[in-house]
C-alpha cells in the first residue's frame, strides 16, 4: 500500500496546490504589483552591485568577492520563489508538479544553506582585515576566497541535496494543498501521512548545525573585531571599520532571525499565516535590502557607481 501511495505522489498525476499568499489578502492585485515592484528592485540592486564590482578594480577585493558572490545568490534566491508566485497569480493558476517542487526545494535550501555558510566567511574576511591588516593579503589570497567560496555553494547543495531528497521521499496522502506561496520543507512535511518525527528532529539538529557554526564564527570574528576598534587611535579608522562591520551584521541579523523563527522553532509556534509572513521577509525583501544595505553605506560602492554615471554622462 505504501509503495502505491509513493508511486501516485511521484508520478507527476497528482500535483501539489499553492495556496500562497494572495488568497490570505484582501486587495490580492495590490500586493501582487508590491511585490513585483520588490522583486525589479531586488534584481537591478543586486546586478547592478555585481556589475559594479567586477568592472571596478578597486573593488576587486575579498570583502567584495563575497559581497558580489552573496548579490548572486539573492538574485537566483529571488528567483525561484516570485516568478511563479506571480505568474500564478496573473494566470489565475495555483498548481506546482512534484518534479517542479522538488527543484524549487533543492534550489533555495542550497542558496539558504550556502548564504549562511557565506555570511560566516564574510564576517572572517573582516576579522583578518581589521585585527590582522599585514597578514591580510596571505590570509585572504584569491585562493583561499576561492576555496571559502567553493566550500559554502558545496555545503549549502549538500543541504539542499539532502533535505529534499527525504522530505519528498514521504508519501503525502493527505491534502494536496500546501499553505504557502512555494515549496518550503515544512510546508510540505505537513502533507505527509506518515511519521515525520524523527525526520523534523534531524532536521531541527541539522539546522541548528548549519546556524551555530556559522553564528560562533561571527560572533568571534566580531567580538574581537570590536576590541580591535575599541583600541583604535585614528577616530576616521573608527567610523570606517564599524560602517563596514554593522552593514554586515544587519544583513545577519535579518536573514538569521528568520530562518531560525522558521526552522528551529517548534511547529506549535507555527501558523501558515505568519510563517508566509516570515518567508516574504527572508525571500523577497532580504535580497531587496541587501544591496542598499552595501551600497548606501559604503563609500567605495559609491565611488564606483558614480564613476560609472559620470563616465556615460560624459560620453
Not at 170 to 179: D, G
Request: with cysteine; net charge neutral.
Amino acid at each position: 500500500m505504501e509503495n502505491i501511495t509513493w508511486i501516485t505522489n511521484h508520478s507527476g498525476m497528482s500535483d501539489f496546490i499553492l495556496v500562497g499568499i494572495f488568497s490570505q489578502s484582501i486587495h490580492p492585485i495590490l500586493l501582487c504589483l508590491v511585490i513585483f515592484i520588490v522583486f525589479l528592485l531586488a534584481l537591478i540592486g543586486n546586478i547592478v552591485l555585481i556589475f559594479l564590482i567586477h568592472s571596478d578594480t578597486h573593488l576587486h577585493t575579498p570583502m567584495y568577492f563575497f559581497i558580489s558572490q552573496l548579490s548572486l545568490m539573492d538574485v537566483m534566491y529571488i528567483s525561484v520563489t516570485v516568478p511563479k508566485m506571480l505568474i500564478d497569480q496573473i494566470m489565475d493558476m495555483n498548481k506546482i508538479s512534484v518534479p517542479e517542487c522538488a527543484m524549487q526545494m533543492f534550489l533555495y535550501v542550497t542558496l539558504a544553506g550556502s548564504e549562511f555558510f557565506f555570511l560566516g566567511a564574510m564576517a572572517y574576511d573582516r576579522y583578518v582585515a581589521i585585527c590582522h591588516p599585514l597578514r591580510y593579503s596571505v590570509l585572504m589570497s584569491r585562493r583561499v576566497c576561492l576555496l571559502l567560496a567553493s566550500g559554502c555553494w558545496f555545503l549549502g547543495s549538500v543541504d539542499g541535496f539532502m533535505l529534499t531528497s527525504i522530505t519528498m521521499t514521504f508519501p503525502f496522502c493527505r491534502s494536496k494543498e500546501i499553505h504557502h506561496f512555494f515549496c518550503e520543507v515544512p510546508a510540505v512535511m505537513k502533507l505527509s501521512c506518515s511519521d515525520t518525527s524523527l525526520y523534523e528532529t534531524l532536521m531541527y539538529l541539522c539546522c541548528v548545525l548549519m546556524l551555530l557554526i556559522p553564528v560562533t564564527i561571527i560572533s568571534s570574528s566580531y567580538f574581537f573585531v570590536l576590541l580591535t576598534i575599541h583600541r583604535m587611535n585614528s577616530v576616521e579608522g573608527q567610523k570606517k571599520a564599524f560602517a563596514t562591520c554593522s552593514s554586515h551584521m544587519t544583513v545577519v541579523i535579518l536573514f538569521y532571525g528568520a530562518a531560525a523563527y522558521t526552522y528551529m522553532l517548534p511547529s506549535s509556534y507555527h501558523t501558515p499565516e505568519n510563517d508566509m509572513v516570515v518567508s516574504v521577509f527572508y525571500t523577497i525583501l532580504t535580497p531587496a535590502l541587501n544591496p542598499l544595505i552595501y551600497s548606501l553605506r559604503n563609500r567605495d560602492v559609491m565611488g564606483a557607481l558614480k564613476k560609472i554615471l559620470n563616465m556615460r554622462s560624459v560620453n
